[in-house]
């Protein structure tokens, strides 16, 4: 039998009959063995970049990444489409990660999907060295260079299995990251040789706008109203969510709110209803979006400025995935500036208080003094902060420390279902039912709705279980809490809640070591990102697209034609220098002595109209105030 093509494997499994600009490149590369590193834009399909080269060789592509929600979604997508795919990630049993690894060393599974931390496990270790590996593939790998915008410890572990799995290449994957974090990505991963895949972070469809208003509420009701189809709104509280939605919604604008809080089926339930346009605009956290397939989202709003160029870039290019005409909007003014500037600074919280939190845990956890390696807990942030008086934000940030030391690992609430596999054979099963006739009714219905239960773990649902059975959930959840202690199941219960991992072992507070000069570094880092961030905000001459793209490093691109900024410009016939001139003669004038608005132009002896113009910007960017008298002033 033939090896089918790259463009075969594409129109088989996905319809497709070409490749997007670039993807081709990266898959070629790739199957000639070269380690390389692929920057795609949000929405660019970074994964069909190692999906379609892992199906055209043989074997097991192990793909790492970060965000179990994003696994499991690649996960369900893959096996719809008739292709063998697990996924291995903090909360799954030791049973349960045994018999996957088992399929992947010795059955036919082409995916192997694994979040970082269960690289470092001996597991791990052993059995991916009995896979056939084609492939290694390294979604969000910006998450393993201390400059990306979300560091992860447990991603320097993986030039530490490359060993392990000789003479195969590996493929780097991020939609966004700066030339010092490019660099660094192919530093910590080993590459023998500097390959880059850069499409351009351009979007030609996308238009940037900044509105600094001190009333954001009727803002975002204007842009829900006057731009058509589908939008998101970015808030940073889940608190928030809930109200925004209730506003849009008495102003007769159909809008719901999702943040990680909710339960599954309310989650799963708001999000269908959004991506078939039951529901036009979601009110959210940035828990939702990720991962999300709707190339028709006209319209990005963000509530509160983010916290850098990297998270404001990914989000706002959830819009116009289709390459159609969209804005991102940001509602922004000083208080927003102080806010989060605020809370970078209490982002850090002091080591002791570090070490105070992470005892807390422990006890809250009962975890014993070097035990709780790799094992899961849930986690509720707001009883442990009550319990032992710690405010919550301290306790978070201090959580959040503890993660990026990599002591723990922090997951916000995924929905696992029930899962159940027999741990006797057919013979067995049988005596226990003659002997114990009472089951005999309850074991052949669940072998009867529920294949496969001898050979892997099964996703059940114990209400469907007790509606064929006509008996309550609580009494099906009964009885196979007794089948587990009779030791002829595994039965996993189904858990909604956040969850804590320890990555390593409990330790002793006086052999807990906090880095500070890595504390520091990353306060460092940052701060660079939110200056940035609240600059592409401020500024007023610089065409948004263009300010985005050379933060990335792109300098040779032009304006885009569509922002606010640009709109402006193109309307008053103006370029960056004669805002900059004006900006400045306008600064000099105010701080010389306050005056109104004739004699202003007057003095500066300009063309009015553009006078005008750009004294509105400095109005809207609270650069120039006017006092109780009426004469303007530029604010120190």
Not at 135 to 153: K, M, T
Not at 280 to 285: A, E, G, K, N, P
Not at 526 to 532: E, F, G, S, V, W
Not at 558 to 575: F, I, R, S
């Amino acid at each position: 039998m033939s090896t089918p093509d790259i463009h075969q494997v594409l129109k088989q499994y996905w319809g497709y009959e070409r490749f997007r600009p670039l993807q081709e490149e990266i898959i070629q590369a790739v199957l000639a063995g070269k380690d390389t590193l692929a920057l795609l834009p949000t929405g660019g399909g970074k994964s069909l970049c190692f999906q379609v080269p892992a199906l055209v060789s043989g074997g097991i592509c192990v793909v790492v990444s970060p965000l179990i929600a994003l696994m499991k979604d690649q996960v369900e997508n893959l096996r719809l489409r008739g292709i063998k795919a697990e996924a291995v990630y903090s909360g799954m049993s030791y049973r349960e990660i045994d018999r996957i690894l088992d399929n992947c060393a010795y059955g036919d599974i082409r995916f192997l999907y694994v979040s970082p931390e269960r690289l470092a496990t001996d597991l791990f270790k052993v059995r991916v060295q009995k896979m056939k590996v084609n492939l290694l593939a390294v979604d969000e790998a910006h998450c393993i260079s201390q400059w990306g915008y979300d560091f992860r410890p447990e991603y320097l572990q993986i030039a530490e299995i490359r060993p392990l799995m000789k003479d195969i290449p590996v493929l780097a994957l991020t939609a966004s990251a700066t030339s010092q974090v490019v660099e660094d990505i192919q530093q910590r991963l080993l590459f023998p040789k500097l390959n880059v895949f850069r499409k351009s972070f351009e979007r030609k469809n996308l238009h940037y706008h900044v509105r600094i208003v001190e009333d954001k509420n009727t803002k975002m009701i204007d842009v829900c109203r006057n731009v058509k189809g589908t939008g998101i709104v970015y808030v940073r509280n889940r608190r928030s969510t809930k109200e925004l939605a209730a506003l849009l919604g008495k102003n007769k604008i159909s809008a719901d709110f999702y943040h990680a809080g909710l339960t599954h089926k309310e989650r799963e339930q708001k999000q269908n209803n959004w991506k078939q346009n039951k529901t036009r605009v979601m009110v959210c956290t940035n828990a939702f979006g990720m991962g999300i397939d709707k190339p028709d989202v006209r319209f990005v709003v963000h509530y509160e400025i983010p916290d850098g160029p990297e998270a404001y870039y990914q989000e706002a290019g959830r819009a116009g995935r289709d390459e159609k005409k969209a804005f991102a909007v940001l509602l922004y003014n000083k208080a927003d500036k102080m806010e989060a500037e605020l809370k970078l600074k209490n982002s850090i919280p002091k080591e002791e208080d570090i070490k105070r939190v992470y005892h807390a845990l422990g006890a809250y956890l009962n975890i014993a003094i070097g035990s709780g390696f790799m094992q899961t807990y849930p986690f509720d942030l707001a009883q442990f902060a009550q319990r032992f008086k710690v405010a919550g934000s301290l306790a978070y940030n201090s959580l959040k420390v503890l993660e990026q030391e990599g002591f723990i690992r922090l997951s916000d609430a995924i929905h696992e279902p029930s899962r159940v596999m027999f741990t006797v054979n057919n013979a067995e099963l049988y005596r226990f039912q003659v002997a114990h006739a009472h089951f005999d009714p309850f074991i052949r219905m669940i072998l009867r709705l529920y294949g496969g239960m001898f050979d892997e773990y099964v996703i059940i649902h114990e209400e469907d279980i007790a509606a064929k059975l006509k008996i309550p959930a609580t009494d099906v959840v009964k009885f196979l809490d007794q089948l587990k202690q009779y030791n002829l199941i595994e039965y996993i219960k189904q858990t909604d809640s956040p969850k804590i991992t320890f990555v390593k072992e409990r330790f002793d507070l006086s052999n807990l070591r906090i880095d500070r000069k890595l504390l520091r570094f990353r306060e460092e880092v940052q701060t660079i990102r939110l200056k940035a961030v609240i600059g592409y905000a401020e500024q007023y001459a610089v065409c948004r697209s263009r300010y985005l793209l050379h933060y990335f490093d792109e300098v040779n691109t032009g304006d885009c034609g569509v922002c606010d900024v640009c709109l402006l410009k193109n309307e008053l016939d103006l370029n960056d220098t004669e805002i900059e001139e004006i900006f400045a003669a306008i600064q000099v004038e105010l701080n010389h002595e306050p005056c109104d608005t004739k004699m202003l132009v007057k003095a500066l002896r300009l063309q009015d109209k553009k006078v005008l113009a750009v004294l509105q910007l400095a109005l809207e960017h609270d650069l120039v105030y006017a006092d109780t008298r009426g004469m303007l002033n530029w604010r120190k």
